[in-house]
């Protein structure tokens, strides 16, 4: 409910078909003007009248009206943005979890290979290191074959 007790999705379809007069919305002014005005003019002839001041409330109302529609359109979106953005969060902290998950599964597998790997090289003494070394080079001269064959 907005505070003149209307809900929000009528408050642009008032009846304004008070603000009529003899068919019309405007009324003329005086003559050689040129122009038209809203307001009504009264007994003197000026248009200053009650009707004026009523109009001009009207006129007021009918653009916080839009206003109003404007603002609801942006908070709506600011809301699918922010919804949006939660969604995201949540999808990222699930896959670093899983992330977290496999780089501790990895480290584990990579523990005990260096644990096999350094008991190995103590039961052979210096054997290992050739082998490594040999291991090394053999990669190396591989990749650069490969690099130079692209």
Same mark, same amino acid.
């Given at each position: 409910?907005?505070? &003149?007790? #209307?809900?929000? /999705?009528?408050?642009?379809?008032?009846?304004?078909?008070?603000?009529? /007069?003899?068919?019309? &919305?405007?009324?003329?002014?005086?003559?050689?003007?040129?122009?038209?005005?809203? &307001?009504?003019?009264?007994?003197?002839?000026?248009?200053?009248?009650?009707?004026?001041?009523?109009?001009?409330?009207?006129?007021?109302?009918?653009?916080?009206?839009?206003?109003?529609?404007?603002?609801?359109?942006?908070?709506?979106?600011?809301?699918?943005?922010?919804?949006?953005?939660?969604?995201?969060?949540?999808?990222?902290? #699930?896959?670093? /979890?899983?992330?977290?998950? =496999? $780089?501790?599964?990895?480290?584990?597998?990579?523990?005990?290979?260096?644990?096999?790997?350094? =008991?190995? =090289?103590?039961?052979?003494?210096?054997?290992?290191?050739?082998?490594?070394?040999?291991? +090394?080079? +053999?990669?190396? $001269?591989?990749? #650069?074959?490969?690099?130079?064959?692209?």
């Amino acid at each position: 409910m907005s505070r &003149l007790g #209307v809900p929000p /999705s009528t408050l642009s379809y008032r009846d304004r078909s008070s603000q009529y /007069s003899n068919g019309t &919305l405007y009324s003329n002014t005086p003559s050689g003007s040129g122009r038209t005005s809203p &307001l009504l003019p009264t007994s003197n002839g000026n248009g200053n009248g009650a009707y004026g001041a009523h109009r001009f409330a009207e006129d007021l109302e009918g653009q916080n009206d839009e206003r109003l529609e404007g603002l609801t359109a942006k908070v709506k979106l600011l809301k699918d943005i922010t919804i949006g953005i939660g969604n995201e969060v949540r999808d990222s902290t #699930v896959q670093l /979890s899983q992330m977290n998950d =496999a $780089f501790a599964e990895t480290s584990g597998i990579l523990g005990g290979t260096f644990r096999r790997m350094n =008991a190995m =090289a103590t039961r052979q003494g210096g054997r290992w290191a050739c082998y490594m070394i040999f291991l +090394v080079l +053999v990669s190396w $001269f591989f990749i #650069v074959v490969w690099w130079f064959r692209r």
